[in-house]
Every structure is written in structure tokens, then in C-alpha cells.
């Protein structure tokens, strides 16, 4: 009788440790594009942007982000009909700079194309080349900008001022948990030397002087592609919605803020969407 009555106490024990975790998981979903090349040479494009807003918003994500190299070429009539092209998404989304999108030599300076793009998009209001956003209580999203200012270069660099701003911000908001979206990646999908970051010894040390930053997003390399280092951070690597098949990522979040230590205890779920 005793042992029946240990049974039943463990499995209850069981149980509600069980409804606790339950309780206490929460979840973050977001959408991200990345090289979509858009050019009004290209009528396609049109089509496949619009079956992606429709994608995307049947799938009801919190946000979604397009990491860059929006348009094909650094061209003011090309920004304006990719933002027309996106705006029915009617959900929050943010836009990361890639290498082709705005660079002053060959296309627009970078304050044109952030004017064009706040003009549609008011979630980008103060239409500065990095920022952060909050999508709940818990998370921060940082999107940096690591292209240059004056020439299209595939080589990506984040500035020192911007590492500076991540350093106090990664402070700040100590207590809450970080995802970077920029284009061009950290840790690359593949090794390749004329698309590779350069002088990121400034950056890794900020990385690892914090342990709040989950995940680095980024595109760039047309590949999709997920890689954990040694300190947990997930980082993810987007396919080119350019590229047949037209996909993107939607990726999921699963995590208990009173009971983190590290990036390896959030739950990471990429999944690749065809449009």
C-alpha cells in the first residue's frame, strides 16, 4: 500500500513539473528574407514578393526582417518598388543594408535610401543605418550595418562606433535576451575568402564579454545554413529569395528567461518556407 502511495506522489511530482515547464516556455517567431536582388528589369520579382507577404502573414510570425541587398542595384526607383512590393505584409518588419543596396560612388547615399525606406515603412522612423527594436519584453534586436559608405564592397565591417553602441546596449539590457540581424555573416556557411568579414576581433570580444546574444542572422552568401560556436550562439545563415526555389526562413524561439544561463539553454527551430 505504501509503495502504491510513493507511485502516485512521484507521478504527481512528475506531472507538475512537467505543467511548470509548460507554463513557463515561451515563444518568439520571426520571418527572414534575405537577398531578394529586386529590379524593376525583372517583372517576376513582383509576383514572388507578393506570394511571400501573402506567406508570411498566413504563418503570423511576430516580425519579420529582410537582411539585406534588398535591390540588385543601388537605384532609387528600384528601392521604391521593392518597399511597394513588401508593403502588404501588414505586420511589423525592419530592413538590414547589404552591399548592394546603397553605397554613394555608383547609387544612392545611404541617408536616401533610409529616407525612401522610412517613407513606407514607419516602424524604421528615425531611418538610421543600425538600430534596435523591441518585439516583446524579453528579447532585443539588433540590426547592424556592415557595409561601407562610399563603394560596393562584398567584404563586410562593422564600424567601430556601431561595436561600441552593441557593447553598451548588450549592457543596458543585460537582463534580456539578444538576436543580431545583419548581411553579412560572422561565421560563414562556407569558407570564402572575397565575401568574408574583416576585423572582427573587436566584435568577438564583445560577444564573448556577454552571454544575452541567442542568435546572429544574416545572408550574403545565398546560403542556408545553421552554426553554433563554442559560446551557443546559433549563427544562421539565410538562402537568396532570389535563388529558385523563392524561400525563406521562418524561425522559432523557445525559451524560459527565469531559467537561462547561456544561449545553449534557448531552443532554436529554423525552418526553410518555399513560396
Not at 505504501?2 to 515547464?21: D, E, G, M, Q, S
Not at 548581411?183 to 562556407?190: D, E, K, M, T, Y
Not at 556577454?210 to 546560403?223: A, D, E, F, K
Request: glycine share 4%.
Amino acid at each position: 500500500m505504501h509503495k502504491k502511495i510513493i507511485t502516485v506522489i512521484f507521478i504527481l511530482c512528475i506531472a507538475f513539473l512537467n505543467v511548470n515547464n509548460i507554463v513557463f516556455a515561451k515563444e518568439l517567431t520571426f520571418a527572414q528574407v534575405s537577398d531578394v536582388h529586386y529590379s524593376l528589369d525583372e517583372n517576376y520579382m513582383d509576383k514572388y514578393l507578393y506570394f511571400l507577404a501573402s506567406s508570411i502573414r498566413k504563418k503570423n510570425p511576430d516580425f519579420a526582417i529582410f537582411l539585406g541587398d534588398n535591390v540588385d542595384k543601388s537605384r532609387e526607383e528600384d528601392v521604391i518598388g521593392f518597399m511597394q512590393s513588401i508593403h502588404s505584409l501588414k505586420l511589423p518588419y525592419y530592413l538590414v543594408l547589404g552591399n548592394n543596396d546603397a553605397h554613394r560612388l555608383s547609387g544612392l547615399e545611404k541617408e536616401i535610401y533610409l529616407d525612401i525606406v522610412t517613407t513606407f515603412n514607419r516602424n524604421q522612423d528615425e531611418g538610421k543605418n543600425y538600430y534596435y527594436f523591441r518585439p516583446n519584453g524579453d528579447f532585443v534586436c539588433v540590426v547592424l550595418d556592415a557595409t561601407p559608405d562610399f563603394a560596393q564592397s562584398k567584404h563586410g565591417k562593422i564600424s567601430d562606433e556601431q561595436i561600441q553602441w552593441l557593447d553598451n546596449l548588450l549592457t543596458k539590457y543585460s537582463k534580456k535576451l539578444f538576436i543580431i540581424f545583419q548581411h553579412c555573416p560572422l561565421v560563414p556557411p562556407r569558407l570564402e575568402y572575397q565575401l568574408s568579414m574583416l576585423d572582427t576581433e573587436k566584435y568577438q570580444s564583445i560577444l564573448k564579454k556577454h552571454s544575452n546574444v541567442v542568435i546572429i542572422s544574416s545572408g550574403h552568401y545565398h546560403q542556408d545554413a545553421v552554426i553554433e560556436d563554442e559560446n551557443g550562439i546559433r549563427h544562421i545563415s539565410a538562402p537568396a529569395f532570389k535563388d529558385m526555389p523563392h524561400s525563406y526562413q521562418l524561425i522559432k524561439i523557445i525559451y524560459d528567461e527565469n531559467n537561462y544561463k547561456s544561449p545553449k539553454d534557448i531552443q532554436v527551430i529554423v525552418n526553410k518556407i518555399k513560396v
